[in-house]
């Protein structure tokens, strides 16, 4: 079996930086280097952005699921 075969069959992790990430430091260097002249606010908005979309569907989720408990406990008590 060629090295090729080898590593295309194994397990693979999907990881990395992401879009959000790349546009974080992209916007970093760029604030650092002084080509923008954005607050540090804005500069770290994809992060920001990223970290309240992820809060949000995590409470979102939650209450999905207390939601399903209560009601399953109305129809287990009729």
Same mark, same amino acid.
């Given at each position: 079996m060629s090295d090729d075969r080898?590593?295309?069959t194994g397990s693979t992790a999907s990881g990395g930086i !992401? #879009?959000?990430g790349l546009l974080t430091?992209? #916007?970093i260097v760029l604030k650092l280097t002084h080509v923008i002249n954005w607050s540090w606010f804005w500069v770290l908005s994809p992060l920001i952005f990223s970290v309240g979309l992820v809060v949000f569907i %995590? $409470? #979102?989720l939650i %209450? $999905? %699921?207390i939601i399903? !408990?209560?009601i399953k !406990?109305?129809?287990e008590s009729l």
């Open positions: 080898k590593r295309s !992401g #879009f959000c430091i992209a #916007f %995590l $409470v #979102f %209450l $999905v %699921l399903v !408990g209560i !406990g109305i129809m």
